[in-house]
């Protein structure tokens, strides 16, 4: 038999990510583009398609080149990318709009509206309370109607980028079954779309794309594309997934019981199980579909969790990143905070965060921002650091709680953690503490590409079964134990965490009431 290869492509919020595998899972090498995120002004936070699109193409002519592959034995090639956000493109597949995420909040007055007439039927159909399709479609109507106007499908950033690699036109437009859950449009149980949804918003289902399978191959490499890439044309182009849910096939979660934790972006704790029980009651679950068809991923996440990380380096850790740079083996900013923050009890000396900077998304909480509570004149770097990551661990066990609720028959053994943030070990420690579960990192941090990649290798052939392929190529590399007392300990920094969020909302709700000093008034800016 041949070699053969796969092309797997990460669209990130940062950067594009282009990686090439082997039919064993190793990686053969890797290109990178940034993915710059315009934001000209507060509240307003844009993708370019056709940018993205030009990056991934620059990426796998160096991919290539760096792997030494002939174009010939790449088998196929698969995409996933940022799942909460949508843009328009016309007949012809060009975008009619920039691809906004939920860190554009301009259409949070629409979300705000969708969720308080229709909270509950969206929540029952879809899955979740976390709408993006539906208010930002209500949005381009109601503020941009010569754009709504031009745009004959709203699509995912995936799908964009697909549909002009394989020359779809607009009515060829498509979305995986991944993606269902951030519609606020869809009846997720059936895989399809909700007509009773979409009439209720006064949203025409015409403009949705044919909704397909993550492992379907939905075109083949146009000449012009392959001309643009090197590759062959004719190769196959696979759906794709979620960046989350393609990352949750890496990791093995595939099994009822199974739970992850991904500390990146959005750092979330998500569970596996063959039951599609929309949370009703507590509103913290929002239940991704699997690729794996007949499997849910119940998910609960912080906006931005890894953006605020990245936020606190950037802001109070500058005299650590001086010392970081002193003579010696390389160092991160981070790992003198380290140091520091080990050596600090549980607790952070009653110092608290509330680590919602862009809104609270589990429960649908959009005017929630950040806290800290209980400064006083002790408290140093490290204390508002390790405050930080106390934070995000006691609201992943609200969410943790809120799962076992629903599904009370589950038994989480282990919590498997992997991104950015799953190379920290205090971090984890911290976690496992307050989670009370132990903490098992893997030997691969960045999965979303080898999940596309076994996508890809499942789509033509080369993987029998989705569910057991990404055993082969994942290791578990170091356990963190959760320590009883710690944990004890740990209970009433959580509950208090949990009485905090309920009683800072008036104060959220009252500060989101005030205005902000403008220019004068001016009309929104065109997206």
């Known amino acids: 038999?041949?070699?053969?290869?796969?092309?797997?492509?990460?669209?990130?919020?940062?950067?594009?990510?282009?990686?090439?595998?082997?039919?064993?899972?190793?990686?053969?090498?890797?290109?990178?583009?940034?993915?710059?995120?315009?934001?000209?002004?507060?509240?307003?936070?844009?993708?370019?398609?056709?940018?993205?699109?030009?990056?991934?193409?620059?990426?796998?002519?160096?991919?290539?080149?760096?792997?030494?592959?002939?174009?010939?034995?790449?088998?196929?090639?698969?995409?996933?990318?940022?799942?909460?956000?949508?843009?328009?493109?016309?007949?012809?597949?060009?975008?009619?709009?920039?691809?906004?995420?939920?860190?554009?909040?301009?259409?949070?007055?629409?979300?705000?509206?969708?969720?308080?007439?229709?909270?509950?039927?969206?929540?029952?159909?879809?899955?979740?309370?976390?709408?993006?399709?539906?208010?930002?479609?209500?949005?381009?109507?109601?503020?941009?109607?010569?754009?709504?106007?031009?745009?004959?499908?709203?699509?995912?950033?995936?799908?964009?980028?697909?549909?002009?690699?394989?020359?779809?036109?607009?009515?060829?437009?498509?979305?995986?079954?991944?993606?269902?859950?951030?519609?606020?449009?869809?009846?997720?149980?059936?895989?399809?779309?909700?007509d009773d949804l979409c009439k209720a918003m006064d949203l025409p289902i015409e403009k949705l794309p044919r909704i397909v399978k993550s492992s379907e191959i939905i075109g083949k490499l146009s000449a012009d594309m392959a001309t643009s890439t090197g590759l062959l044309s004719g190769t196959p182009i696979v759906a794709g997934a979620g960046d989350q849910s393609v990352g949750y096939i890496a990791a093995g979660l595939t099994q009822p019981g199974r739970m992850v934790n991904v500390a990146g972006t959005y750092s979330n704790v998500a569970f596996c199980t063959n039951e599609f029980r929309p949370d009703l009651e507590h509103r913290m679950a929002e239940i991704f579909p699997s690729p794996i068809a007949g499997l849910w991923n119940p998910v609960s996440y912080v906006i931005g969790s890894g953006l605020t990380h990245r936020w606190f380096e950037e802001t109070f850790a500058v005299p650590d990143e001086v010392a970081a740079e002193k003579p010696g083996p390389p160092k991160s900013a981070f790992d003198d905070l380290d140091k520091r923050a080990s050596q600090l009890p549980p607790g952070s000396e009653k110092l608290v965060f509330i680590p919602h900077l862009g809104g609270r998304a589990c429960p649908n909480q959009t005017n929630f921002r950040g806290t800290w509570l209980g400064i006083t004149w002790t408290h140093r770097r490290e204390h508002f650091y390790r405050a930080l990551m106390e934070s995000i661990a006691y609201d992943h066990y609200l969410s943790y709680q809120s799962l076992q609720a629903s599904y009370p028959e589950a038994q989480v053994a282990e919590i498997m953690v992997y991104g950015g943030g799953a190379r920290n070990a205090l971090w984890n420690q911290i976690k496992a503490d307050v989670m009370g579960l132990p903490y098992v990192s893997l030997d691969r941090q960045d999965l979303s590409t080898l999940g596309d990649a076994i996508l890809a290798g499942y789509a033509v052939g080369v993987y029998d079964d989705l569910a057991t392929t990404a055993k082969r190529f994942i290791q578990q590399t170091e356990r963190f134990e959760p320590r009883p007392d710690v944990h004890r300990f740990y209970g009433q920094y959580t509950e208090y965490y949990r009485l905090l969020l309920e009683q800072v909302e008036p104060a959220y709700d009252n500060l989101a009431g005030l205005d902000n000093w403008d220019n004068g008034g001016a009309r929104e800016e065109r997206p």
């Open 1 to 194: 038999m041949k070699d053969q290869y796969f092309i797997g492509i990460d669209i990130g919020s940062s950067s594009v990510k282009s990686a090439i595998f082997d039919t064993q899972g190793n990686e053969l090498g890797e290109a990178r583009r940034n993915n710059p995120l315009s934001q000209p002004r507060a509240g307003v936070a844009e993708y370019n398609g056709p940018q993205i699109l030009k990056s991934i193409l620059s990426a796998i002519q160096d991919l290539l080149v760096q792997s030494n592959v002939p174009p010939k034995d790449v088998a196929a090639l698969c995409l996933d990318g940022m799942i909460s956000g949508t843009m328009g493109i016309d007949a012809a597949g060009e975008a009619t709009t920039p691809y906004t995420t939920t860190l554009d909040t301009r259409f949070t007055p629409h979300l705000d509206h969708v969720l308080e007439q229709f909270h509950d039927p969206i929540r029952e159909q879809t899955g979740s309370g976390q709408p993006t399709f539906a208010p930002k479609m209500l949005w381009l109507r109601d503020e941009f109607s010569d754009l709504y106007r031009k745009t004959a499908k709203f699509v995912t950033i995936t799908s964009y980028v697909s549909g002009k690699m394989a020359g779809l036109s607009g009515n060829e437009a498509f979305v995986d079954y991944t993606h269902l859950w951030a519609t606020g449009l869809s009846d997720t149980r059936h895989y399809r779309w909700s």
